[in-house]
């Protein structure tokens, strides 16, 4: 059983960049593809970017290509979020999520772990 944990949210101003990170609690990290959604207010959760079992093997949102950067270590058991140029259009709560394989899914039902989210804001 996973248990995801995200943390480095905050408040940044536009043009800057921020990291978030998820740590798993569970055994079975280095199975899971691992995904990040967000959710602004009065909005659905949508698709920001997953992770196959290894860096390499990513997929993006368009409105987020070529800004974020998602990696994973395994040893860690930690996916990571980098998010450069932030607009404020990027103001959510960021969660991370786990599904098994390694299908880089960007459908949000087939993910079944979630962490409770972390709140990011870019307002100057």
């Known amino acids: 059983q996973e248990q995801l944990v995200e943390s480095g949210g905050g408040l940044v101003q536009p043009g800057g960049s921020l990291r978030l990170s998820c740590a798993a609690s569970?055994?079975?990290?280095?199975?899971?593809?691992m995904g990040w959604f967000r959710q602004a207010p009065g909005k659905e959760r949508e698709f920001v970017g997953a992770s196959g079992r290894s860096s390499g093997n990513t997929r993006y949102a368009d409105s987020v290509k070529g800004r974020f950067t998602i990696s994973r270590d395994n040893a860690k058991n930690t996916v990571y979020l980098q998010m450069n140029s932030l607009k404020p259009e990027d103001t959510a709560v960021y969660y991370c999520?786990?599904?098994?394989?390694?299908?880089?899914?960007?459908?949000?039902?087939?993910?079944?772990?979630w962490g409770q989210g972390t709140q990011v804001t870019v307002s100057s």
């Open positions: 569970g055994r079975t990290f280095s199975s899971l593809t």
């Open positions: 999520a786990g599904r098994l394989g390694s299908r880089v899914s960007t459908n949000l039902n087939e993910y079944d772990t």
